[in-house]
Structures are given as C-alpha cells and as structure tokens.
Nanobody
Framework: QVQLVESGGGLVQAGGSLRLSCAASGLIFSSYTMGWFRQAPGKERELVAT????????YYTDSVKGRFTISRDNAKNTVYLQKNSLEPEDTAVYYC???????????????????WGQGTQVTVSS
C-alpha cells in the first residue's frame, strides 16, 4: 500500500520560510517523479514544482521561481519543498504526489499522478 505523508505546514508571517516534507512508502521511490501541488480556497489545485526520480531535473511554476526549492533524498524516500520569502498568496493546502514515469516533463498535470498525500495547510499572514 502506497502512502505519502506530508508534514511541515503551519502559520508563518509574510517573508518567512517553511520546509515541507513528504515521506513515501510502499513504492520504489526513485522510479517516480515527485510533485508538489497546492490548492487555495475556491481555486483549482495547481502544480508548484516537480523533481525527477534521480533528483537532477526540476520544474517550477513561474510564481514560485527563485523562492521555492524542491529536493529529494532517495535514501530516505522523502521529497522536500523549501519555501522562502513567503507571501500571503502562498496560503493553501500543499499536497505531494507521485508520477510513475522516467520523463519528468510528462508530469505537469495532476491527471498524470498516481498517488497523493493528504495535504498540509500553509497559512501566510500579512
């Protein structure tokens, strides 16, 4: 049984930082591109960042480039999202997800993802 468990969310002031973690089990972790998505109230779930199985290829949506960094530790079956210079617009539930493909460019839409975590709330106050 595949499980993805996010942690690290919380309340932070604008300009602050948070690091989200997602621990995976029940899958061959390095075979999956991992993605972070977020969903704000009343909005659709959007892709934030992806990282391929080897950890050498990353993608960021324009609104987080230069502020967020995705990384992974395959020895720990964990993917991270370091979030700096947080803005109130970053307030959302953040989800990690696993996409089974060797081509990370295929994992740009949520329909491509096989497994999802339960989400962690991030609230940025102004």
């Amino acid at each position: 049984q595949v499980q993805l468990v996010e942690s690290g969310g919380g309340l932070v002031q604008a300009g602050g930082s948070l690091r989200l973690s997602c621990a995976a089990s029940g899958l061959i972790f390095s075979s999956y591109t991992m993605g972070w998505f977020r969903q704000a109230p009343g909005k659709e779930r959007e892709l934030v960042a992806t990282i391929n199985g080897g950890g050498f290829s990353t993608y960021y949506t324009d609104s987080v480039k230069g502020r967020f960094t995705i990384s992974r530790d395959n020895a720990k079956n964990t993917v991270y999202l370091q979030k700096n210079s947080l803005e109130p617009e970053d307030t959302a539930v953040y989800y990690c997800a696993a996409c089974f493909t060797s081509l990370a460019t295929m994992c740009r839409s949520r329909e491509k993802y096989n497994f999802w975590g339960q989400g962690t709330q991030v609230t940025v106050s102004s």
